[in-house]
């Protein structure tokens, strides 16, 4: 007789890979002792027994099955089959349908020769010790969540173990430069994501960055030093389902000794999402143009869009980008000139006496940069007392507690040391940047950004500029 045997384990373990293995030489055995045909044996790794859709061996046989292949399949246990009732049923009747036998060996049943109720009975029983399973992972996640449990893999870290980890240094340098981008230069997730890309940096799996991978390092407040636990959990075990647990529900655990960029930093991330999401209703963010993301039609509120004409001479200005797809009436087209000249005049017109203001300011910012001096020397010294400390520790001269909280306020200190050395630019450097602000030259996205809140422009051409501390409405 041709038969096929099926075997299943639920995790990708060693020790559960050396079941399966086991599970092989059992059918090939059985096959020898009775004289049969042994087919085939299909085996899914590392898969769950609820959901059929995950189990790419499993529909492999019931697609053999169909191509007469085989007359008898074999299992060693019904849980091993399916621990979903319906799903168990579905595939017995289908196999039924196709004259295939299914023989479950610790049960001594088979399909054809028993009632459905039986089968039924026994499917049902694997079904609920899944379920109690289910509780019991549930429980043990929840617990380890509010010690603190931290994940596999988190980037900007290295996993010392369950509980404990360690920033690594150089991927600390790459969410430093995310939140740089983000807030200083006004860059988007998209953005971002390419210049890391063209940039060669890597994800932890060694994976191209995406958007969404750039999203979740400037939402996650575990980079400020605050980790949290506990934000979602299955709902459903047979289909996997997770929700969404609510901020009173999930376990915050502070962590300042992880901390890669500051709380201030963290906090002015999440705001300017909130505002980006605000002014991009229906529009992806964009960074680009001086005005991206800034000048939304008070019809439609969606943003408008940056357009170039070339003739005699080129032509930049910009209209709604929901009248350009045709869906709003507001045709009025802003020339970008225009708009530069009278918020430079209004904004000019508020300050009294530029060129003093320019000269305070390089003033003082040279003063700054003068008392700075070398830092080479403190960090130094600071990454010895980290090696002490580390020798303390392995030495049990000094509990774990008392380690990581002296060696986390020693690493903080080398990060601002770091961030001081990033920040120094030469007094020439300095006069350049001063004069071009004075001048409104070389400004970007980031600094306009910085300026203007939002411009909204209406159907009969009234344009209306927001600046961060004032309003005012002028004519262009």
């Not at 996993?159 to 690594?168: A, E, G, S, V, W």
């Amino acid at each position: 007789m041709r038969i096929a045997a099926y075997c299943r384990v639920s995790t990708s373990k060693e020790e559960q890979l050396d079941s399966l293995a086991n599970q092989k030489e059992f059918f090939q055995s059985y096959a020898n002792l009775h004289g049969d045909e042994l087919v085939k044996i299909y085996a899914d790794e590392g898969t769950s027994g609820t959901r059929l859709q995950r189990r790419e061996q499993f529909l492999a046989l019931m697609r053999d099955a169909g191509k007469d292949q085989f007359d008898v399949v074999v299992v060693k246990d019904i849980s091993r089959f399916a621990r979903n009732t319906v799903d168990f049923l579905r595939s017995i009747r289908k196999l039924k349908e196709l004259g295939v036998n299914t023989r479950f060996l610790t049960a001594n049943m088979d399909s054809l020769g028993e009632s459905e109720f039986v089968l039924t009975m026994f499917g049902a029983l694997a079904q609920e010790e899944s379920a109690n399973l289910s509780k019991r992972v549930k429980f043990g996640k929840k617990l380890n969540a509010k010690k603190g449990r931290v994940p596999q893999r988190i980037y900007g870290y290295d996993r010392l173990d369950n509980f404990t980890l360690c920033i690594n240094p150089a991927e600390a340098d790459v969410v430093r430069m995310v939140y740089d981008l983000y807030l200083e230069q006004g860059l988007g997730c998209r953005s971002i994501a390419q210049q890391l890309n063209n940039g060669g940096y890597v994800t932890k799996l060694g994976c191209s960055w995406t958007p969404s991978a750039v999203h979740r390092i400037l939402t996650n407040p575990i980079y400020c030093g605050h980790h949290v636990n506990h934000k979602y959990e299955v709902e459903n075990y047979l289909t996997g389902k997770q929700k969404k647990i609510p901020p009173e529900g999930q376990y915050h655990h502070p962590r300042p000794q992880w901390a890669i960029v500051t709380p201030l930093q963290f906090q002015q991330a999440q705001k300017q999402r909130q505002a980006r999401g605000r002014t991009q209703k229906q529009a992806r963010y964009s960074a680009r143009h001086l005005f991206s993301g800034l000048m939304v039609c008070q019809e439609c509120g969606r943003s408008f869009c940056r357009k170039t004409y070339t003739y005699a001479k080129t032509r930049v200005y910009w209209k709604c980008s929901g009248n350009d797809q045709g869906t709003c009436a507001n045709r009025i087209k802003i020339e970008e000139g225009q708009l530069m000249d009278a918020i430079i005049t209004y904004v000019g017109g508020c300050i009294a006496q530029p060129e003093e203001i320019a000269k305070e300011l390089q003033s003082w910012m040279n003063q700054e940069l003068d008392g700075r001096g070398s830092t080479e020397e403190e960090r130094q010294r600071l990454e010895r007392k980290v090696a002490r400390y580390t020798e303390l520790y392995a030495n049990e001269a000094m509990s774990l507690e008392e380690y990581l909280d002296k060696r986390g306020r020693i690493l903080k200190r080398i990060y601002t040391l770091q961030q001081l050395d990033c920040n120094k630019v030469n007094q020439k450097q300095v006069a350049e940047r001063v004069e071009q602000c004075m001048a409104w030259k070389g400004w970007t996205h980031a600094d306009m950004a910085k300026l203007v809140e939002r411009i909204t422009v209406n159907g009969e051409g009234e344009v209306k500029v927001f600046l961060r501390s004032a309003e005012s409405n002028p004519s262009v």
